[in-house]
């Protein structure tokens, strides 16, 4: 014992060397850390999406699939599924110009829209966010066997009779001869995708796919004002995808390897080794209206294209006012040509206007219906509208 007595003498704070006080701060790190600045970890109850958010950013509505908002979570009890930063980051190149023209056709043209649905509603509301992808780097050794195909020509003659004499066509046709292959393989691939999300092939087939020349280091920078979806498919879970790619890719490169123009029943024994996951960030807008029932509707725009997809939703409400004007104006003319009939009782020259005013009061009482039932079928279809830039 150092204090010969065995008294114990109380510390105060502010007696303790600086150097641990310090030492006690810094004790609370988070794996939010690593992504290089202050974010703020929020999921959606309905996507069961989960983003990391700059923490001046608003969490409504959901930027992914429009629930009211986002629910913030702890970082330090909530653990995704994966949650490392990513290596490599695909900018944003669409343009304003084209993205504001983007939004404006695809505002326009919609008579019913609903009063949300407005070009600067929907510029004001755009929101950067990244979404995550794998590529996946492996050496590949395989043993392959399959078929592969060649084209070739074979020269028939048809003989026809015409104008009272025989005539010898040549008839020319491709056909293809198949022959087995087998081989070893053993080669590097880089750069293999692979979903990091669940609705990956459903958003690539909305928006297109992705140029990845453009692909730079990722910096904390790039999540100032995005957004990012955090992987829902951690390596393990999509590398049966991953594996189907690099078969696919390996068997492309038998078929030039055999100077074949097909191949086909490809089957392969093949080991991967020396895996490297890449996270890539993907970049996408999204922006949103609200429908008649306030009812969030999202829009998502391509980052790099501006490739426009979205739901168009028809205003019920204008719909009924439109068929209470002309229902209203089919009651004016119907009004009328009684009036009309019964002048005709004392002037029979007026029966034929009445007569004529209630065949209008009908055509146009018919006409009062077609508001509402173009709304209801642009409704009912969903109303997806895909724009191309
Ligand atoms: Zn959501």
């Avoid at 010969?4 to 810094?26: K, Y």
């Avoid at 996507?47 to 608003?58: A, K, Q, Y």
């Avoid at 046709?173 to 081989?183: A, H, N, Q």
């Avoid at 909305?206 to 453009?214: D, E, I, R, S, T």
Wanted: with cysteine; glycine share 6%.
């Amino acid at each position: 014992m150092s204090h010969g007595s065995g008294i114990a003498i109380p510390i105060s704070d502010s007696q303790l060397p600086i150097s641990e006080t310090v030492m006690l701060d810094t004790i609370t790190t988070t794996w939010t850390d690593a992504w290089g600045q202050a974010l703020t970890l929020a999921g959606c109850c309905r996507c069961n999406g989960v983003f990391l958010l700059p923490t001046e950013r608003s969490l409504t509505p959901c930027p992914y699939c429009g629930q009211d908002s986002l629910e913030v979570m702890d970082t330090a009890v909530d653990r995704p599924v994966y949650t490392q930063p990513p290596e490599l980051t695909l900018p944003f190149t669409a343009s304003q110009p084209v993205l504001h023209a983007q939004i404006t056709q695809f505002v326009q043209k919609n008579w019913l829209a609903p009063a949300d649905l407005t070009p600067a509603n929907l510029i004001g509301r755009l929101q950067p966010l990244y979404l995550p992808l794998w590529l996946v780097d492996a050496a590949v050794q395989a043993q392959w066997q399959a078929d592969v195909g060649y084209n070739y020509q074979v020269v028939s003659h048809r003989e026809q009779f015409q104008n009272g004499q025989w005539r010898t066509q040549e008839v020319r046709e491709t056909r293809v001869r198949w022959e087995p292959r087998l081989g070893t393989l053993r080669r590097r691939y880089d750069n293999q995708m692979a979903p990091a999300l669940e609705e990956q092939q459903q958003l690539e087939q909305m928006l297109g796919a992705y140029q990845l020349q453009g692909k730079r280091p990722y910096h904390p920078h790039d999540l100032r004002q995005a957004a990012a979806h955090l992987p829902n498919r951690p390596p393990a879970d999509a590398w049966p995808e991953a594996r189907e790619g690099l078969k696919t890719a390996a068997m492309e490169e038998c078929r030039q390897a055999a100077a074949a123009d097909y191949i086909r029943e490809f089957r392969w024994a093949a080991d991967f080794r020396d895996q490297n996951w890449t996270q890539l960030l993907l970049p996408l807008y999204t922006t949103f209206y609200q429908d008649d029932d306030n009812q969030v509707r999202l829009v998502y725009l391509h980052g790099q294209t501006g490739r426009l997809h979205g739901q168009r939703r028809a205003s019920m409400q204008k719909a009924r006012r439109w068929a209470m004007m002309i229902g209203g104006t089919a009651v004016v003319i119907f009004v009328l040509s009684l009036l009309l009939a019964v002048g005709g009782y004392l002037q029979k020259a007026l029966l034929p206007w009445a007569a004529a005013a209630l065949v209008m009061a009908l055509l146009v009482g018919v006409t009062a219906v077609l508001p509402l039932l173009i709304a209801w079928r642009v409704n009912r279809e969903s109303g997806v509208v895909s724009l191309a830039s």
